[in-house]
T-cell receptor, first 112, second 113 residues
């Protein structure tokens, strides 16, 4: 049972434009959500997170939006840069859970 | 600051051979520790996690095992490797119940031939 889903395996965006990566979840107990960025042959790097008490969190070029009623979150990258080309994973957890549940990832390619 | 180390970076092993991958964390105490595997073109699969010395939870039944002999040391082992054990193995740590964020090591690329 895939509780966290990233339905787009890949996405290509022109440099300077906005990249929007989407993630859906099914477990209503999830109350904390995270985005990770992963380059090939490296470990994932934590990017940004959001608690379910918020609907938006911003950090520089990265903004995460949470729609609890739709069980949907998205990561916006503005403006997109060539170094943003990587695989992006969303993850979720809930209070008292030591584990993260990861999506299957979206490969983002920024076209110069 | 906290750092996480994994070794070796790459490993090529024949089928049926043993395996030992090591992970250590510096700059924190009593972390939660995790082993993940990423198969080619796939997502991150949680294999084991530990909330303390000697405490191991297994997520996926398989021929791998994990041990935590010291507070900041996490070891992934196998007595006999299978071809299906090939993949990219990642160790991660978190601050336990204080925060949800996990921080990953550089990974080990294991190829079983």
């Amino acid at each position: 049972d895939q509780q966290v889903k990233q339905n787009s395996p890949s996405l290509s965006v022109q440099e300077g434009r906005i990249s929007i990566l989407n993630c859906d979840y099914t477990n209503s107990m999830f109350d904390y959500f995270l985005w990770y960025k992963k380059y090939p042959a490296e470990g994932p790097t934590f990017l940004i997170s959001i608690s379910s008490i918020k609907d938006k969190n911003e950090d520089g070029r990265f903004t995460v939006f949470l729609n609890k009623s739709a069980k949907h979150l998205s990561l916006h990258i503005v403006p997109s840069q060539p170094g943003d080309s990587a695989v992006y994973f969303c993850a979720a957890s809930h209070f008292g859970n030591e584990k993260l549940t990861f999506g299957t990832g979206t490969r983002l390619t920024i076209i110069p | 600051s906290q750092t996480i180390h994994q070794w070796p970076a790459t490993l090529v092993q024949p089928v049926g051979s043993p395996l030992s991958l090591e992970c250590t964390v510096e700059g924190t105490s009593n972390p939660n520790l995790y082993w993940y595997r990423q198969a080619a073109g796939r997502g991150l699969q949680l294999l084991f996690y530990s909330v303390g010395i000697g405490q191991i939870s297994s997520e996926v039944p398989q021929n791998l095992s994990a041990s935590r002999p010291q507070d900041r040391q996490f070891i992934l082992s196998s007595k006999k490797l299978l071809l299906s054990d090939s993949g990219f193995y990642l160790c991660a740590w978190s601050g336990g119940t204080v925060t949800y964020e996990q921080y990953f090591g550089p990974g080990t690329r294991l190829t079983v031939t």
